[in-house]
């Protein structure tokens, strides 16, 4: 089976949490955090509203210390959170099962993290749909190549 992965949107909306329960509960194997704007408080409380068994199943873009706070499951490195932090490599070798990834926007890039993250994000292979004029930054033969290079054997997500 392959991997299921989610990324919310950026803003909050209501029903959303209900939805990610049932996405969960058929099969999602992990959801993405990304809420830019939202205070750690707002996002406590959006996952408060997750079903207590899938948030080891979630993980946080930003305010990376609810990993910690509310058992999830993981922390992804951005433009706004580029490193873990000082308390990461002890979580991770308390809860084995906790992930690191991270998102990339050049082959450069993908090449820096490999090995250092569980996976990585790519972007953007294609238009942006949540991102208006944010256009695929790379060629299906430069992906092919990299590819063939062996660039993307770790798992990288477009």
């Known amino acids: ?3 299921v992965i989610v990324i ?10 209900e939805l990610v329960n049932t996405l969960f509960a058929n099969g999602m194997q992990r959801l993405h955090l990304r809420k830019p704007g939202a205070s750690e408080e ?12 899938f948030r080891q199943r979630i993980i946080v873009h930003d305010h990376h210390r609810l990993l910690r706070t509310m058992g999830l499951g993981g922390i992804h490195l951005n433009a706004r959170n580029p490193e873990a932090p000082a308390w990461f490599s002890a979580e991770r070798q308390k809860r084995r099962s906790v992930t690191l990834s991270c998102s990339c926007h050049s082959l450069e890039e993908i090449a820096q993290w490999k090995g250092v ?8 292979v294609f238009d942006s749909i949540s ?9 299906p033969s430069s992906l092919r190549e990299a590819a063939e290079e062996g660039l993307f054997k770790d798992k990288v997500y477009a």
């Open 8 to 17: 919310t949107k950026p803003k909050m909306f209501p029903g959303e949490e």
């Open 131 to 139: 991102k208006e004029g944010y256009g695929a930054a790379f060629s």
């Open 117 to 124: 993250c569980d996976y990585l994000f790519l972007s953007p």
């Open 42 to 53: 707002e996002m406590a409380e959006w996952i408060g509203r997750i079903d207590l068994p």
């Open 1 to 3: 089976m392959r991997d």
